[in-house]
């Protein structure tokens, strides 16, 4: 394929610097699931590969992939005009990417343009060194400095120029912020429905990334569902008033659609979840019902494969963007979440650091909040205060550090056990009905009453919300508001 595929130099040095069998089967792998296209990162172009015909068919491959859904083979072959020859080699490079994993576009992607850049680079160099050894033909050496540090600036400056805005621009988004912020009477971004929550985080915005940490127990997994039905509930009513459709996704690591979507019904009919559970609510079924219309149509995605890398969330996120818009990415739980292999070579704690990291890029990228759940340590249990705090973020690499808000989900029910005190050898039977009886005013004052602990709210102010539980259909409320509705009818 030799008269197929050539450079677009011809400098050997330069042409050292390329991967025609990367660059294959990067193709390959984008003709044959091009919804890998939305994982690229932003500085890749179809200029990025080293040979023209790789080019042609990349711009191609997007072309279709905008216009259908699907593997693009014969597509992309119809709209170059492709000959038998090109056409076989079109499928020779989706032959090549058979096994690759969708997290090998983004690697395969990166060192593409870093190839690309290096080329770049050394095209300019020899073109000011040339200049250079001809001063009496050349411009002025202030003048050559200037341009090749210009070249040399618009060699990664084009590819990241989505990224890039003007002080005055941030400043017009920041006027635009004030004033929604003063319309509604609070905070803008995603909401979570509690109020004092959401003056004390200031809003989820996007590009944010926010932790809220745990126990196994707490009912974080429960919290944060109950987050993103809210936010599910408004982007229906936003979409219903003409504005564009901004739904949810959730990689739930954890727990199963079908589990969420149980505990999503017990919250909204006010049933007990065990009674849903162990076939008692015969006698409601109308209830369950009318629940079931309430929740349905809500544009809120659930994807519950176990052990997803954080490439293989975003891609999935990016698909339920394309789909029904997005708003708000729920990730649980990030120790989860299976770590890259060369991250994973140097143990835990950076791999979750790495996560964490990848949670901040995802938010960014995709420019929506993303919530990212984590497990605490067992540091918390051997204190006798047991509130959390950073320090005891389980392997939390360099979570604090990337994430622009973090919560931790505290009851303090959670640590007086299931068991009434046992009586001790020297107490007296007075003095262990004494102690019994304290452990169940205890347990009767604390059921209810769970702790939000912001620690870290860059947009926000740190400090501690309180907030109501009720274990049987284990959701959250606020004390001035038992039963507050968590599907609203009006915009916020």
Not at 101 to 111: D, I, M, S, V
Not at 208 to 224: E, I
Not at 323 to 328: D, N, R, V
């Amino acid at each position: 394929m030799a008269e197929i595929v050539q450079l677009n130099v011809s400098n050997a040095a330069v042409e050292s610097l390329q991967d025609g069998a990367l660059e294959q089967n990067l193709l390959g792998m984008l003709i044959w699931r091009p919804e890998l296209l939305d994982t690229l990162p932003p500085s890749f172009q179809a200029d990025s590969y080293a040979y023209p015909v790789h080019a042609d068919i990349h711009r191609a491959t997007v072309a279709c992939y905008n216009a259908s859904s699907g593997s693009v083979l014969g597509p992309v072959c119809l709209a170059l005009g492709a000959d038998k020859e090109l056409r076989s080699y079109i499928a020779a490079c989706v032959a090549s990417a058979s096994g690759q994993t969708a997290e090998a576009a983004y690697t395969y992607a990166t060192h593409i343009v870093d190839l690309a850049r290096r080329r770049g680079m050394m095209s300019i160099f020899e073109r000011a060194r040339e200049a250079t050894i001809k001063p009496m033909l050349s411009m002025p050496s202030e003048a050559l400095i200037g341009r090749t540090v210009s070249d040399l600036e618009l060699l990664v400056g084009d590819a990241d120029a989505s990224t890039t805005v003007s002080f005055d621009e941030a400043l017009a988004q920041a006027i635009e912020t004030i004033g929604k912020a003063n319309k509604h009477g609070g905070p803008v971004g995603v909401l979570t429905g509690m109020s004092e929550v959401d003056e004390m985080l200031g809003g989820m915005k996007p590009g944010n990334l926010l932790v809220l940490a745990g126990r196994p127990g707490m009912g974080k997994s429960a919290l944060a569902m109950q987050w993103a039905l809210h936010r599910a509930k408004q982007a229906k009513l936003e979409a219903g008033q003409g504005k564009p459709l901004a739904g949810v996704f959730i990689g739930s690591l954890e727990m199963t659609a079908d589990e969420l979507a149980m505990r999503a019904l017990a919250a909204e009919a006010e049933i007990d979840l065990q009674d849903l559970i162990n076939g008692r609510t015969a006698h409601r079924i109308g209830e369950l019902i009318a629940a079931q219309k309430r929740l349905g149509g809500l544009p809120l995605t659930i994807d519950d494969a176990f052990g997803q890398t954080m490439a293989v969330l975003a891609l999935k996120a990016r698909a339920a963007q394309r789909k029904h818009g997005l708003s708000l990415i729920v990730i649980d739980h990030a120790h989860n979440v299976r770590p890259e292999k060369e991250e994973a070579k140097h143990g835990r704690t950076v791999a979750v650091g790495a996560i964490s990291l990848a949670g901040k890029h995802m938010a960014k990228s995709l420019r929506v909040p993303v919530l990212l759940l984590a497990q605490l340590s067992r540091a918390t249990e051997a204190r006798d205060d047991k509130r959390p705090g950073l320090s005891d973020l389980r392997d939390s690499g360099d979570i604090e550090q990337n994430a622009d808000a973090v919560m931790f989900l505290y009851r303090a029910v959670y640590y007086l056990g299931t068991r009434p005190p046992e009586r001790k050898v020297a107490q007296t039977p007075e003095a262990h009905a004494n102690a019994v009886s304290a452990w169940e005013r205890q347990v009767r004052d604390l059921a209810e009453v769970a702790e939000l602990i912001i620690t870290k709210a860059r947009q926000g102010k740190p400090g501690t919300a309180t907030l109501g539980f009720v274990g049987a259909t284990t959701s959250f409320y606020q004390p001035d508001n038992r039963n507050p509705d968590f599907f609203p009818t009006e915009i916020e």
